[in-house]
């Protein structure tokens, strides 16, 4: 079946960066973009991101695009989410899902665990 | 971007039937998803589309749209059904950006 696998939970400092790693299996890589969603404590979710994970082309929310990098390692079956100068707001949940389209839309059909980011001097 | 807007809190005894709604311009170009989301667990695609619901989910779960406005109804609520849900769509202007509503929490 198809899962999505996270790496574990990081603690950073302000001003650090933070990779989070979404392993994926089940399925052919190259055939659904990987998305990353966000959601702080006590707060909604927010969409980050996404990769084509066929031409490792990305496209950013506007807020993060200075910020943040996405990117996949095809021949691992993985996509990355970099977050660079970590602040206190960045504390959260941080989620990737497979896409799918087709006749009925677009959706997130498969999610990760999530992988806990704080930040915290 | 654009906003998804939903009533934040909404309370429903056991066996009622109860509709979460999500208002967005962006709905009027592009079909909502719903996900529910529980304590400690990853989002569970519960409908999506204009009659889908994915496999394994009950069947007291429908959805439906008009206008600007998307409905997640569960008929027959049962307990296990606690927990936040949440809608999302593409942005229909650019088919790039996605964006999710404000959540509901569903208390039984």
């Known amino acids: 079946q198809v899962l999505l696998v996270q790496s574990g939970a990081e603690v950073k400092k302000p001003g650090a960066s933070a990779r989070v790693s979404c392993r994926a299996s089940g399925y052919t890589f190259t055939h659904y973009t990987i998305h990353w969603v966000r959601q702080a404590p006590g707060q909604g979710f927010e969409w980050m991101g996404w990769?084509?994970?066929?031409?490792?082309?990305?496209k950013y929310e506007q807020k993060f695009q200075d910020r943040v990098s996405i990117s996949a390692d095809t021949p691992a079956t993985t996509a990355h989410m970099d977050l660079s100068d970590l602040r206190s707001e960045d504390t959260a949940v941080y989620y990737c899902?497979?896409?799918?389209?087709?006749?009925?839309?677009?959706?997130?059909?498969?999610w990760g665990q999530g992988c806990l980011v704080t930040v915290s001097s | 971007s654009s906003e998804l807007t939903q009533d934040p809190g909404l309370s429903v005894a056991l066996g009622r039937t109860v509709r979460i709604t999500c208002q967005g311009d962006s709905l009027r170009g592009s079909f909502a998803s719903w996900y529910q989301v529980k304590a400690g667990q990853a989002p569970l695609l519960v409908f999506h589309g204009q009659g889908n619901r994915p496999s394994g989910i009950p069947d007291r779960f429908s959805g439906s749209s008009a206008g600007n406005a998307a409905y997640l109804t569960i008929t027959g609520v049962r307990a296990e059904d606690e927990g936040d849900y949440y809608c999302a769509c593409q942005e229909p202007n650019d088919n790039i950006h996605f964006v999710f509503g404000s959540g509901t929490r569903l208390t039984v």
């Open positions: 899902a497979r896409l799918v389209l087709d006749g009925s839309g677009s959706y997130f059909d498969s």
């Open positions: 990769i084509n994970t066929l031409n490792g082309r990305a």
